[in-house]
């Protein structure tokens, strides 16, 4: 083509392209990120996110943030490198909760009949600010990855307790002492998923009592920080524009 | 460069840059018949989807899995078939608006995956999770599956590989080879397919039980790291549309 033509009629033809191509590349990015940041939470942590009484003060609050880093510090290796665009992780934890509350409402109640209180999802909005907060004050991935992480593992918990603590409170059923959210597990049966499969409260930790959350969120944090490294890579990677050598 | 091309017609230049019909089209066309799924799944799936040895069973789930085999198959061909045969020869020649134009459409085809992949890797596959916890399958083919792996999974592939295609047969910023991020975007996700042949050998184990996070269901989110690859399809998309109106925006 020749450098001489122009593609557009005026400046202001320009701005315009240029606009409503920002909105096309906003929704693309959306819609094909939270398709790949859901199959791959609802499949490395999905159970815990899917059942409240999944929602422990052990399992979850480990692998909830671990495995749901992934996704943001990948995005955040291409808006912010490239763009300086600081809502990476925001952009994802929306896509990703759009895509869960879709789910829960039309399909987890709409057809299998769940109620919604028993079938929310996690609330990871809180990590997602303050990642892309660290970010775009420090400028740093080392910064993002160590502060920016840590916070991620640690907010997890108290993030998401106003909505948990109602059913955390212990209530007594036919003799057994059990949570709330276990009562609702007992009651609404999911038979394929019997009891033994469920992996909550597990090893002798939860004799720590009150000590379970922090001690489970700290661990958290610390692996938060790795998997940021390696994503903020993969991000890197995957929002490389290189060629294969043509034939 | 000469200004008319036998690649571009006489009356191209005076076409809307980006045709918002076939955009909100396209558009209805997935959610209108996301739509009518769900509703049949509402209907259907626990009237007739529980005991896959009864005859209704047959009537409505798995002549529904064979239409959509024949129509995926036809689609795909016919779709990627005039893509390909259409392909623009002279595709360095074009001018630069009709190289912007041709963005415009590509960029079309472009929210149609991210349509297609919403549905498929988040509507109906999370789906399939609360499906599976809820109902005991007795066969590979339950109504869950019959949408989500045979239908949304090839509707994505058939989506995503006609925009690459197009990338590659009319634009001139693919010319250069095959961009990598662009094939890992749409051939990761597609390799969510053939892993279904993993998982159900996998759940033959365990017929009775469905834990979402066991590692039998790795592959599915291996491959769906791969949908990130639209990253480097943005980024290069940038640069190209970038050089074509640098000129006009500075």
């Not at chain 1, 597990?202 to 998997?227: C, E, H, N, Q, Y």
């Not at chain 2, 529980?50 to 016919?78: H, K, Q, R």
Request: proline fraction near 4%; include cysteine; glycine fraction near 8%.
């Amino acid at each position: 083509m020749s450098a001489s033509q122009s593609a557009v009629r005026s400046r202001a033809e320009a701005v315009k392209v240029s606009r409503t191509f920002d909105w096309l590349i906003l929704f693309v990015l959306f819609f094909v990120v939270l398709g790949g940041y859901h199959i791959h939470y609802m499949l490395t942590g999905g159970d815990w996110d899917f059942w409240t009484d999944w929602k422990d003060r052990r399992l979850w609050v480990t692998v909830a943030p671990i495995v749901s880093i992934t996704f943001p510090a990948a995005v955040q290796a291409v808006l912010w490198w490239r763009y300086r665009l600081p809502f990476g992780a925001v952009v994802c934890i929306l896509g990703l909760l759009l895509g869960e509350w879709i789910n829960r409402y039309l399909n987890f109640w709409g057809w299998t009949y769940f109620p919604v209180n028993f079938c929310f999802p996690s609330n990871l909005m809180p990590g997602a600010i303050v990642l892309d907060v660290v970010l775009m004050l420090s400028g740093s991935m080392t910064v993002t990855a160590v502060i920016g992480g840590m916070a991620w593992g640690l907010l997890f918990y108290p993030g998401n307790w106003p909505v948990i603590a109602p059913l955390h409170v212990p209530v007594e059923y036919n003799g057994m002492m059990m949570t709330l959210a276990d009562l609702q597990g007992y009651h609404y049966v999911r038979t394929g998923t019997p009891e033994y499969i469920r992996m909550v409260e597990k090893g002798t930790l939860r004799t720590f009592g009150k000590d379970v959350a922090p001690v489970s969120a700290f661990f958290s944090a610390f692996v938060s920080i790795l998997i940021y490294f390696l994503w903020h890579f993969f991000g890197k990677w995957f929002g490389g524009t290189s060629f294969t050598q043509s034939a | 460069m000469a200004a008319t091309t036998e690649s571009v017609r006489a009356d191209a230049a005076e076409a809307p840059l980006l045709n918002k019909k076939n955009m909100i089209l396209g558009s209805l066309l997935y959610v209108v018949f996301y739509g009518w799924v769900r509703w049949y799944e509402g209907v259907y799936g626990w009237s007739a989807g529980l005991d896959s040895f009864a005859p209704e069973f047959e009537t409505y789930w798995m002549n529904f899995l064979y239409i959509e085999f024949v129509l995926e198959v036809a689609t795909a061909g016919i779709l990627w078939g005039y893509i390909w045969k259409s392909r623009d020869r002279k595709v360095m020649s074009i001018t630069p608006r009709e190289e912007l134009r041709r963005h415009f459409t590509h960029w079309t085809w472009l929210v149609m995956y991210g349509f297609a992949i919403y549905y498929g890797a988040s509507y109906f596959t999370e789906q399939d999770g609360t499906w599976h916890q809820t109902i005991v399958r007795d066969t590979d083919f339950t109504p869950s599956h019959i949408i989500e792996f045979y239908l949304s999974y090839p509707i994505y592939i058939i989506t995503g590989g006609a925009a690459f295609l197009y990338a590659k047969t009319r634009l001139p910023t693919y010319q250069q080879g095959l961009h990598l991020q662009y094939m890992v975007a749409v051939v990761g996700p597609f390799m969510i397919l053939p892993n279904v042949g993993l998982n159900e050998w996998g759940h033959t184990f365990w017929f009775m039980e469905e834990l979402f996070v066991a590692p039998l269901h790795y592959g599915f989110v291996f491959f769906g790291w791969a949908a990130l690859g639209v990253m480097g399809v943005v980024n290069t998309e940038v640069i190209a549309i970038a050089k074509l109106l640098k000129k006009d925006l500075a």
